[in-house]
C-alpha cells in the first residue's frame, strides 16, 4: 500500500490499520479474485483522496473504509459492494470521472457507483405522503439491488455518528430514514437494521417521546432482567436435555415500536405487554429445521400458556423477503406477556442480514452466481 508522500505518518499507521481490518473481515468470505477487487479499490482510493480530506469530522479514507466494513460485517454483501462502497465519497468529492474507475477498477464497480450518483442526486426532503412514490422513483432507477444496500448502509453509518452532523441536517437526515430507507430494509428483510434506523430517527424527530420511553425502560431494568432470566431457565434446562444445541436471547423491542404500538392503540406505557421478547436459536440441520422448530415451539409452550391467536407461523410460508421464523405470545407468572420468536442459525442470519444472507446458503458460489441471484431478489423489491 503506497502511501508515502501523500499522508502523515500518523494518519499512515490509522489507514493501515483500517485496511487490515477490512482484509481481516473479507478474508473469511471472499475467493482471491474478490480479494484483489477490494485491494484494488482500496489502492484507488487512496490515491484519489488527499490528507486535508474529511467527511463529518472523519477523514475520508477513514470513513469509506469503515463503510466497507459495515457491509462485509452487518450486512454480508459481495466484494463488489465493498468496492463501491469504498470509492462512493471519493468520486463524488474529487470528480473522479467514471471512466477512470472503469479502467482503474472494473466496470461493475463504475456501474454500481453511476446508480448510486443518481439516487445520491434526488431531493428526498419529502414528506410522508409522497415517501411512496419516492421509494418507487429510486426503485425505478435502481437495476441492481445491491445499490439500495450500499445506500442503506450509508445512511445507517452516519446515523450512528449523528454527533457529528450538524443540527438542521440531523433532521433531514432522520426524516429520509425513515420515510426511504427504512421501509426500504424492511422490504430486503433487513429487521435489525430497520428497527435500528427508526430508533435513531424518533430520537432526533420526536425527542421527548423517545427520551420519556427510554427513562422508563430504564427504571424497569432490574425487573425485567430477573424475569427474563427467570423466564429462560427452564425452557434451556429441558431443550438442552432434549439435546438442543441452543442459544437464548431476552431483548427489549424497539423504542420506536413501542411508540408505534401506544399510539395505535391508543395506550399508556404501562399498557403496552410485551414490552421485550425472547429469541430461540437452534441449531439443526436443514432437513430437520421445520420438524425441530415446532418441538422447541411444544417446549416452550409446556411452561407457558400461548395465545393462539399471536401464533405466526413463517417456516410453512416464509415472508416475500425470505424471513422465517416461528413467533408465539406467551403469559408468565405475574401476568406478564412475552413474544417468542424460534429460528435455526441459518434463519437467523438471514433475519439479520435480509436477502444478502441467502446466497450464503443456496450455496452460490462466484460473482456470476450472485447476479443471476440478484435478478430474482428484484422481484421481492418492485
Request: hydrophobic share 40%; charged share 30%; net charge neutral.
Amino acid at each position: 500500500m503506497e502511501t508515502a508522500g501523500r499522508y502523515s505518518e500518523p494518519l499512515q499507521k490509522q489507514l493501515l490499520n483500517q485496511y487490515r481490518g477490512l482484509v481481516r473481515v473479507c478474508r473469511g468470505e471472499y475467493d482471491s479474485s474478490s480479494m484483489a477487487l477490494v485491494k484494488r479499490s482500496f489502492e484507488f482510493l487512496i490515491c484519489q483522496c488527499r490528507e486535508e480530506q474529511h467527511i463529518h469530522g472523519d477523514h475520508i479514507v477513514l470513513h469509506a473504509t469503515r463503510l466497507a466494513r459495515l457491509t462485509v460485517r452487518e450486512l454480508g454483501l459481495d466484494a463488489l459492494s465493498v468496492s463501491a462502497a469504498l470509492l462512493m465519497h471519493c468520486t463524488a468529492v474529487n470528480r473522479v470521472s467514471l471512466i477512470t474507475v472503469r479502467k482503474e477498477v472494473g466496470e461493475r464497480t463504475a456501474s454500481i457507483l453511476e446508480e448510486l450518483m443518481k439516487i445520491s442526486s434526488l431531493d428526498i426532503s419529502t414528506t410522508e405522503g409522497q415517501a411512496e412514490n419516492m421509494r418507487n422513483l429510486i426503485l425505478t432507477l435502481v437495476t441492481d439491488f445491491r445499490v439500495i444496500l450500499i445506500k442503506i448502509a450509508e445512511r445507517l453509518f452516519l446515523m450512528r455518528h449523528m454527533e457529528r452532523i450538524e443540527e438542521k441536517d440531523q433532521f433531514s437526515l432522520a426524516t429520509e430514514a425513515r420515510s426511504i430507507y427504512s421501509p426500504l430494509s424492511h422490504r430486503l428483510g433487513l429487521y435489525n437494521v430497520m428497527l435500528e434506523m427508526e430508533d435513531i430517527s424518533m430520537s432526533v424527530l420526536e425527542k421527548d417521546a423517545y427520551e420519556m420511553i427510554e427513562e422508563k425502560l430504564r427504571a424497569s431494568t432490574q425487573r425485567r432482567n430477573r424475569m427474563i432470566r427467570e423466564f429462560i431457565q427452564p425452557i434451556r434446562e429441558d431443550l438442552e436435555k432434549e439435546k438442543f444445541q441452543v442459544e437464548i436471547r431476552g431483548r427489549l423491542k424497539a423504542i420506536s415500536s413501542i411508540w408505534r404500538k401506544m399510539r395505535s392503540q391508543k395506550i399508556d406505557f404501562e399498557e403496552v405487554y410485551d414490552k421485550f421478547a425472547i429469541r430461540v436459536i437452534i441449531d439443526t440441520p436443514p432437513r430437520k429445521e421445520k420438524a425441530d422448530c415446532w418441538r422447541a415451539y411444544s417446549i416452550i409452550t409446556d411452561h407457558y400458556q400461548p395465545n393462539p391467536e399471536r401464533l405466526r407461523d413463517w417456516i410453512s410460508a416464509p415472508k416475500s423477503n425470505g424471513y422465517e421464523a416461528l413467533h408465539t405470545t406467551v403469559v408468565v407468572p405475574g401476568g406478564d406477556w412475552v413474544e417468542v420468536q424460534i429460528r435455526t442459525r441459518r434463519m437467523n442470519e438471514i433475519a439479520e442480514k435480509g436477502l444478502a444472507a441467502h446466497w450464503k446458503y443456496k450455496g452460490i458460489k462466484g460473482q456470476a452466481g450472485i447476479d443471476q441471484w440478484i435478478e430474482k431478489v428484484r422481484d421481492t423489491l418492485e
